[in-house]
């Protein structure tokens, strides 16, 4: 009888620790996860939420230099076009979005992967990859802090942004009725 519960003991230890150590590897395995845990969607009523988009044209000489701005939030879809390394607005537009709009939008990104890439802190900057192409940059954030940020390029490689490129290029594009003529012209 002691040894048949000594047994059963040593059995039931013998499975927890083997539950264990399956749990522990499933948590180590997606623990890693590239992918954002929080979907974005849920933040479509929220004021202060918005998605951005900034597009970064090639390395050149500050007159050549562009970059086009898209900010979306849940009252307002703000286009901005820059020339030069400092910021200086050459064009923009603000048009109208609604939650409901918003919370489409967002959907769509989540789907396009807008969520996905590395947290790598040697990659947060964008800035220095592909001198002769464009960089993208995507962030969301919400009440004043940005809660995720992810680029990639034109030229492959290092890059932190996962997601379906062309998809979310064309999901943010679309949010600005007159973005062909507002960044017809520039070098990007």
């Known amino acids: 009888m002691y040894r048949r519960n000594h ?55 500050p007159s050549q230099h562009n970059q086009v701005l898209v900010v979306v939030s849940n009252s307002v879809t703000k286009v901005e076009v820059f020339s030069g390394y400092s910021d200086n607005i050459l064009r923009s537009a603000t048009y109208p979005m609604d ?6 939008f967002l959907r769509s990104l989540e789907y396009a992967g807008y969520t996905e890439g590395s947290n790598n802190p040697d990659l947060r900057q964008a800035s220095g990859y592909c001198p002769t192409g464009d960089r993208y940059i ?8 940005q809660i995720l940020r992810y680029w990639t390029t034109d030229c492959g490689g290092t890059h932190t942004y996962d997601g379906n490129l062309q998809l979310t290029l064309t999901l943010f594009q679309a949010q600005v009725p007159q973005y062909n003529q507002l960044t017809t012209n520039l070098n990007i």
């Open 7 to 61: 047994l059963r003991f040593l059995f039931s230890f013998g499975l927890a620790f083997l539950l264990l150590i399956v749990a522990l590897i499933f948590i180590l395995l997606h623990g890693n996860s590239t992918s954002s845990e929080k979907l974005i969607a849920g933040y479509a009523k929220n004021p202060s939420a918005y998605a951005a988009m900034l597009i970064d044209g090639p390395v050149n000489a």
């Open 99 to 104: 939650e409901s709009a918003f919370h489409v």
């Open 138 to 145: 995507f962030s969301f954030g919400v009440n004043g802090k």
